[in-house]
């Protein structure tokens, strides 16, 4: 089941450049970070936290055995990105990859579980490990697993 309600576009122009352009083609288009085909993207739908209202953001692809991953690493940044408290306080999700949309459960991953799906996430965005370096917090890895 999809998420419903009203869609707020994010306030940074490149995000909302890019769902926008991922979602008008049905992920055909702007399925890449940086243009770069060893960098895919999905999108995923969350309830907003505070406003209730459905955001959108393109993270990186990293998938295995139909669960997905969300690294929440803004960059290295000493603070989540927003979305983070979302999937805590609604952890039902929408998650196209390219065009296939599914509703997924997100879930913090914590211990050897955590460390395992940090490695696949680092070996599909060697820079995470550079964002790792940057911050004094955790990392925190998200697993979506298929509603």
Known sequence: MALEGEYEPSQWEWVRNQVEEFEASNGERANLLQGKPEWPIVVITSVGSRSGKLRKNPVMRVEHDGVYAAVASKGGDPSHPAWYQNFLDHPEVDLQDKG????YRARVAEGEERAEWWERAVAQYAPYAEYQEKTD??????????V
Request: charge should be neutral; proline fraction near 7%; avoid cysteine.
């Open 100 to 103: 296939e949309k599914h509703t």
């Open 137 to 146: 917090r955790e990392i925190p890895v998200f697993l979506l697993e298929r």
